[in-house]
């Protein structure tokens, strides 16, 4: 899964999309711009995105729930976001929200389903093998997948007019799929 906020500050906006990719699966949710891309559904608010999204991962029932940097980005937004929205994060199989665990690195939880931030997997134990300078999820997916992100110009939300939604929804949709990519290809 993979999210886009209006802001980088944890919580300090809004969550704007939230894609997720597994075998069969891919959607991006968003409460902002309808699309006519078949993988694009449109909630009310925020509030109801982060609802879906829950819904969708207990529909789905993965085995393992993985992102890119998702400790220390993804999961921990979403629980701020869901915070103060009032709305219940339920990812746990008890229905209890994510907890996380404070140190050198920020680590998130769910009860009852294996989270794996694939950045910090790689980057403990593949990162000495790889030419890759940095471990951002381009580079990475570069030098192991042979593909890259795709291009996106991060500009005012306000700014973001027309065709530029579809192309935000599959940059969004494009780091789902390379983050489910890089999984199979090296977690076994």
Same mark, same amino acid.
């Not at 937004?77 to 990812?91: E, H, I, P, T």
């Given at each position: 899964?993979?999210?886009?906020?209006?802001?980088?500050?944890? $919580?300090?906006?809004?969550?704007?999309? /939230?894609?997720?990719?597994?075998?069969?699966?891919?959607?991006?949710?968003? +409460?902002?711009?309808?699309?006519?891309?078949?993988?694009?559904?449109?909630?009310?608010?925020?509030?109801?995105?982060?609802?879906?999204?829950?819904?969708?991962?207990?529909?789905?029932?993965?085995?393992?729930?993985?992102?890119?940097?998702?400790?220390?980005?993804?999961? !921990?937004?979403?629980? !701020?976001? !869901?915070?103060?929205?009032?709305? &219940?994060?339920?990812?746990?199989?008890?229905?209890?929200?994510?907890?996380?665990?404070?140190?050198? /690195?920020?680590?998130?939880? /769910?009860?009852?389903?294996?989270?794996?931030?694939?950045?910090?997997?790689?980057?403990?134990?593949?990162?000495?093998?790889?030419?890759?300078?940095?471990? $951002?999820?381009?580079?990475? !997916?570069?030098?192991?997948? $042979?593909? &890259?992100?795709?291009? +996106?110009?991060? /500009?005012?939300?306000?700014?973001?007019? $027309?065709?530029? +939604?579809?192309?935000?929804? &599959?940059?969004?949709?494009?780091?789902?799929?390379?983050?489910? &990519?890089?999984?199979?290809?090296?977690?076994?």
């Amino acid at each position: 899964f993979d999210i886009e906020t209006s802001e980088l500050e944890i $919580g300090g906006g809004e969550i704007l999309m /939230i894609s997720l990719v597994g075998e069969n699966f891919k959607k991006v949710i968003t +409460w902002k711009k309808d699309s006519k891309l078949g993988y694009v559904e449109k909630v009310e608010d925020e509030e109801e995105l982060i609802e879906k999204f829950v819904e969708y991962v207990k529909e789905y029932n993965p085995d393992v729930l993985t992102g890119y940097f998702s400790d220390g980005f993804d999961l !921990a937004y979403l629980r !701020a976001r !869901a915070d103060k929205l009032r709305v &219940k994060l339920g990812l746990g199989l008890d229905n209890s929200p994510p907890k996380f665990r404070r140190g050198a /690195i920020m680590t998130g939880k /769910i009860n009852g389903l294996v989270h794996i931030d694939l950045f910090r997997f790689i980057r403990i134990v593949y990162s000495q093998y790889m030419q890759s300078e940095t471990m $951002g999820l381009s580079d990475v !997916a570069q030098e192991l997948l $042979g593909e &890259k992100k795709d291009d +996106w110009e991060f /500009i005012s939300i306000d700014k973001i007019k $027309g065709k530029k +939604w579809d192309k935000f929804f &599959k940059y969004n949709l494009k780091d789902s799929q390379l983050t489910y &990519k890089l999984f199979e290809k090296i977690w076994p």
